[in-house]
């Protein structure tokens, strides 16, 4: 007779697979308890990037575009963050975020071969550099932040 097996009905079950079964039983019948599994934030995957992919094209209006609405996006949603609050360190992290965004669409822009849409972009970027050292960025971020990206819309093809 093998070690570690039984015999039923002429077949041997290893002892693996007796204890593995009632195991698994016995994890979903816990999980179906209302036991809870906590899962830190850190060791979720990524949320899927919409991030303009550079390409041979990367200088035409179409991807110059893609990066200055992603630029907005992606700032809107660090801005969230500030929204809400009125005091010092809430107006900073808006000024730090509207700075931060005015040289990332610079940049982008500068990407262009396009005349007009250069003018467009660098129109967002001052924009943007101006609500970084305004003393209420919070009044920007309510008023003209919310159709800035329409500056741009008439250079993208």
Request: one cysteine or more.
């Amino acid at each position: 007779m093998l070690p570690r097996t039984e015999l039923r009905k002429g077949n041997a079950v290893p002892m693996r697979r007796r204890t593995a079964v009632p195991l698994a039983l016995l994890a979903t019948a816990a999980l179906a308890a209302g036991c809870e599994i906590e899962v830190s934030p850190g060791s979720l995957p990524t949320p899927f990037s919409v991030a303009p992919i550079p390409s041979a094209s990367a200088g035409q209006p179409k991807y110059v575009c893609t990066a200055v609405y992603k630029i907005l996006t992606d700032g809107a949603i660090k801005l969230a963050a500030y929204a809400t609050g009125d005091s010092d360190t809430a107006k900073e992290g808006l000024r730090t975020t509207f700075t931060g965004m005015a040289t990332e669409v610079t940049a982008a822009g500068a990407k262009s071969d396009d005349a007009s849409q250069r003018a467009a972009v660098d129109e967002v970027a001052a924009a943007l550099s101006g609500a970084g050292q305004s003393s209420d960025p919070k009044a920007f971020l309510d008023g003209e932040f919310t159709t800035i990206g329409q500056r741009i819309d008439d250079t993208c093809p």
